[in-house]
């Protein structure tokens, strides 16, 4: 059975940085294409940062340069780090694999002084 579990939301204040983590279980990380996602309350889920197996990288244009997806094979685990957080980018992170579209439960970042 595979699993997503994301963690390391919380609450930050402006400027700071934040590493979100996706541990995954039931698949081998490496063979598959994965992705973080965020939905802010009364907005569409949005890409945030994803990675494809054959080793190219994409960002959302509202994150890009501030954010950097990456991943610990051997931990089974792909990570987000963010940094320069804004208010806006409060929302709720979603770790996703594309393959049979799996998502996880999602972790909550609050981005607030």
């Known amino acids: 059975q595979v699993q997503l579990v994301e963690s390391g939301g919380g609450l930050v204040q402006p400027g700071e940085s934040l590493r979100l983590s996706c541990a995954t279980s039931?698949?081998?990380?490496?063979?598959?294409?994965m992705g973080w996602y965020r939905q802010a309350p009364g907005k569409q889920r949005e890409l945030v940062a994803r990675?494809?197996?054959?080793?190219?990288?994409n960002y959302g244009d509202s994150v890009k340069e501030r954010v950097t997806i990456s991943s610990d094979v051997a931990k089974n685990t792909v990570y987000l780090q963010m940094s320069s957080l804004k208010p806006e980018d409060t929302a709720v992170y979603y770790c996703?694999?594309?393959?049979?579209?799996?998502w996880g439960q999602g972790t909550q970042v609050t981005v607030s002084s």
């Open positions: 996703r694999r594309y393959s049979f579209n799996y």
């Open positions: 039931g698949s081998v990380l490496m063979n598959y294409n």
């Open positions: 990675f494809l197996s054959s080793g190219r990288i």
